[in-house]
């Protein structure tokens, strides 16, 4: 199959790519070796959006954080995505490191990062009355915020899909080439794709690709984060995501609410080898713990976790984004390096990549693009009196099917048949949050799969937790009626 743009990756990156792309008259693909968008890097991190004053200046990394980080707004209303600024604090503990918060305010500054204040100890405890006893004082920053990642990179995908941008899954790139004629070869395990231009957002594994058609080489670290997801109980522990001060593995072990409810802790900072890796660890979750409690006290990590897990942040040698055409390689454009501030930066992202290709192609914009992504009703944001009238129109909605989070079959039949609909329980999870509440799919993953057989028609058997071999039905032990 022939197009104009190839991406590698349905992750934030590329989903951002393929929404900004879709804008052109340009035939664009988007190749994911996952069952669905948002299986990697993208749906295990801190879902925080960050301010900016992290980053060191002048970098791109500092340039697409800002911008991301002011696009957020616009973008999480048009595509109906939860989204708040609930601001950060980044809190000192010890007095003599106090000066390390004016480095930050001031790198903040220099970074254009609108707002910040560094707040004496009654300040911060006076914004957040949990945070440790030894708080000398914090740096505010009312433009940082959270943001739900599994519908952000949902939601941009499906945007782009439908102003005609076409997504493959289960569809891995194995190779990269480019004839003489200036045409890419991409070979899978689903077929041939060619193309004009290549992007490379494969996260973890982008040196890969990188590597494949450069001879300036680069390396990628798969840094594994392990986090902990506390009871919607305890979601009000702080209203603010509370950072302790930076190392040079990273911004620390984070304290935050979701747009959920929950309580987020983590994450931590492991390098490994393994690009496939995400398995937790006892150490990992006691290291977490321990840090998170030296900033915020009385965490009842021990009572009120309802599950953990662990993601992989791409870190390249340099700790720098590196979004540009190869020279060596013409029209490969890398989007590589997108570890944090990744998630803020992605609408950034998105358009720098959009941006290159323009400039060399030079597309006709399209006079019909549609920008606007109306979201998977919620009924219990819905007055009772909505809700009575949604339910009356369709009874799917009046069904419960998750019981911890109250989503119902209305919700999950529009997850199945939207755009990029879901296929897998995951999927299901992502678009609706059925399976993440305090008993983590134990008394709903059966009636998901139900309604899954029922309106895609796949086999019991062949239903997944999340693609590949993770079949939650291995055999039938018995004949059932309607069997031949």
Not at 258 to 273: M, Q, R, S
Request: hydrophobic content about 35%; glycine content about 10%; some cysteine.
């Amino acid at each position: 199959m022939t197009y104009d743009v190839i991406i590698i990756g349905a992750g934030v990156s590329g989903a951002a790519s393929a929404r900004e792309l879709s804008k052109y008259k340009l035939n664009v693909c988007v190749l994911e070796k996952a069952e669905d968008v948002c299986s990697g890097t993208s749906k295990a991190n801190s879902a925080i959006i960050h301010a900016g004053f992290d980053a060191p200046e002048g970098s791109l990394m500092a340039k697409l954080n800002v911008e991301g980080n002011q696009m957020m707004d616009r973008l999480a209303e048009d595509l109906d995505i939860p989204f708040k600024r609930n601001g950060s604090l980044v809190v000192c503990i010890h007095k003599e490191e106090l000066g390390v918060l004016k480095d930050l305010y001031d790198r903040g500054v220099a970074n254009g990062v609108e707002g910040l204040k560094i707040l004496s100890r009654e300040e911060a405890l006076a914004l957040e009355p949990n945070l440790s006893d030894n708080v000398e004082g914090a740096l505010y920053a009312p433009t940082g915020g959270i943001v739900c990642p599994f519908i952000l990179n949902i939601a941009m995908a499906e945007n782009a899909n439908t102003n005609g941008v076409d997504f493959r899954f289960n569809t891995e790139v194995e190779h990269l080439s480019r004839d003489d004629d200036g045409i890419w070869h991409i070979r899978t395990n689903n077929g041939e794709y060619t193309a004009k231009y290549v992007v490379n957002a494969a996260g973890v594994h982008a040196d890969i690709f990188h590597n494949m058609v450069s001879s300036n080489k680069i390396h990628i670290t798969p840094r594994r984060g392990d986090y902990c997801l506390l009871d919607k109980e305890m979601g009000g522990h702080v209203s603010h995501t509370i950072f302790p001060q930076p190392t040079k593995y990273g911004k620390g072990v984070l304290v935050s609410p979701t747009v959920h409810g929950n309580l987020i802790v983590g994450p931590t900072a492991i390098d490994i080898e393994d690009k496939e890796a995400t398995a937790t660890t006892q150490e990992g979750i006691d290291s977490l713990i321990e840090k998170a409690s030296m900033n915020v006290k009385d965490l009842p990590v021990g009572r009120k976790v309802i599950t953990s897990f662990a993601g992989l942040r791409a870190h390249e040698e340099h700790h720098e984004f590196i979004i540009k055409e190869l020279p060596d390689a013409p029209h490969f454009i890398d989007c590589a390096g997108i570890e944090s501030p990744g998630l803020t930066s992605c609408p950034a992202i998105g358009k720098m990549v959009a941006d290159i290709i323009c400039d060399l192609e030079k597309p006709e914009k399209k006079t019909d693009w549609n920008g606007k992504r109306k979201g998977i009703i919620d009924p219990n944001a819905l007055t009772l009196e909505e809700r009575n009238e949604l339910i009356k129109k369709n009874p799917a909605y009046g069904n419960i099917v998750c019981r911890c989070e109250s989503i119902s079959e209305g919700e999950i039949l529009d997850a199945i048949h939207r755009p990029l609909g879901a296929r897998s329980l995951d999927g299901v999870k992502r678009r609706t949050r059925a399976g993440m509440g305090r008993c983590q799919a134990g008394f709903c993953s059966p009636r998901v799969m139900e309604i899954i057989n029922r309106e895609l028609g796949i086999p019991m058997e062949k239903i997944t937790k999340s693609g590949g071999r993770s079949n939650i039905v291995l055999e039938r032990s018995k004949a059932v009626k309607g069997d031949e």
